[in-house]
């Protein structure tokens, strides 16, 4: 089974900061990696797809990278909406497992 | 506009059974794999369960592996599962999400329904 590791755990951060979370797969999964953004009682939301690919209507500020086993969501300047659970996703083949999630706060 | 709208949670006891419903309107449902998620209380996202289009294909995690069963009727635009043998460790909110591309079985999900909470207690 593929394990999924994000970091950190908890993230605070001030308005306008640049924030980075990482995701790293125990074995090459390619581009199969989606992000998904977590607000408290609410269903998940597709962010990015394909490592790369910015979802219908997610604004520019959150963008993702890399390839194989280790992967980045970075949003360029958080905002007030931002604060929720981020999880990273993987979709290799026949295999869909989530990470364990970053909380992200407002300082 | 894609919805997809959970139901038929609730509360039962332990090694009791329930099945849980999503509608889905506002695309062609009969050309997308389906999935369910779960999320138990404070915890992360664990997928659960997936079928084909068809309903020719079915996977599901170790955990509930012939105690949960996924189907869908194409002509309803309905996906259920079938929870059966419910333990305390099933308890959780539990979502359906449609995958991104149309016929593609390894794929993220684009749309979630807004979940539905099962609690197995005595």
């Known amino acids: 089974d593929i394990q999924m590791t994000q970091s950190p755990s908890t993230l605070s951060a001030s308005v306008g900061d640049r924030v980075t979370i990482t995701c790293r797969a125990s074995?090459?999964?390619?581009?199969?990696l989606a992000w998904y953004q977590q607000k408290p009682g609410g269903a998940p939301k597709l962010l990015i797809y394909?490592?790369?690919s910015l979802e219908s209507g997610v604004p520019s500020r959150f963008s993702g990278s890399g390839f194989g086993t280790e992967f980045t969501l970075t949003i360029s300047s958080l905002q007030p909406d931002d604060p929720a659970t981020y999880y990273c996703?993987?979709?290799?083949?026949?295999?869909?497992?989530f990470g364990q999630g970053t909380e992200v706060e407002i300082k | 506009e894609v919805q997809l709208v959970n139901s038929g949670g609730g509360l039962v006891q332990p090694g009791g059974s329930l099945r849980l419903s999503c509608a889905a309107s506002?695309?062609?449902?009969?050309?997308?794999?389906m999935t369910w998620v779960r999320q138990a209380p404070g915890k992360g996202l664990e997928w659960v369960a997936n079928i084909k289009q068809d309903g020719s294909e079915k996977h599901y995690v170790d955990s509930v592996e012939g105690r949960f069963t996924v189907s869908r009727d194409n002509a309803r635009n309905s996906l259920y599962l079938q929870m059966n043998s419910l333990r305390p460790e099933d308890t959780a909110v539990y979502y359906c999400?449609?995958?991104?591309?149309?016929?593609?079985?390894?794929?993220?999900?684009?749309?979630w329904g807004q979940g539905t909470l099962v609690t197995v207690s005595s």
């Open positions: 394909e490592a790369t």
């Open positions: 996703q993987e979709h290799s083949y026949y295999s869909w497992t």
């Open positions: 506002g695309f062609t449902f009969r050309n997308y794999w």
């Open positions: 074995q090459s999964i390619g581009r199969r």
């Open positions: 999400a449609k995958h991104l591309k149309p016929d593609f079985r390894e794929d993220c999900f684009d749309n």
